[in-house]
């Protein structure tokens, strides 16, 4: 992670835990679950092999958010793109 004086960000902001973001990609690989047998409630296997990535696909980015929601990219430097409360106007006050 690199940065430079001026406060621009150079390069790419990464988080390790953005890596359990690949882990639903590993459904696409269509022969390892392109297959009729075992069978659950009447569904052949590839349907409900894909139906059971749904969940996973939503754990991992669960996972993801609630151990990166707060955190900054950067550290050690002002957030310039934070939301700030709006000032009001004496008319404004309710």
């Not at 590993?26 to 969940?55: E, S």
């Amino acid at each position: 992670m690199s940065g430079n004086a001026a406060g621009k960000v150079r390069g790419l902001q990464v988080s390790p835990w953005n890596l359990i973001l690949l882990i639903p990609l590993l459904m696409l690989v269509t022969p390892w679950f392109n297959f009729d047998k075992p069978r659950l409630f009447g569904l052949p296997f590839f349907y409900w092999f894909q139906f059971v990535w749904v969940f996973v696909g939503v754990g991992s980015v669960a996972i993801v958010y609630v151990t990166t929601k707060g955190k900054p990219v950067v550290t050690g430097k002002p957030d310039l793109l934070a939301a700030e409360e709006p000032e009001l106007d004496e008319g404004d006050k309710q």
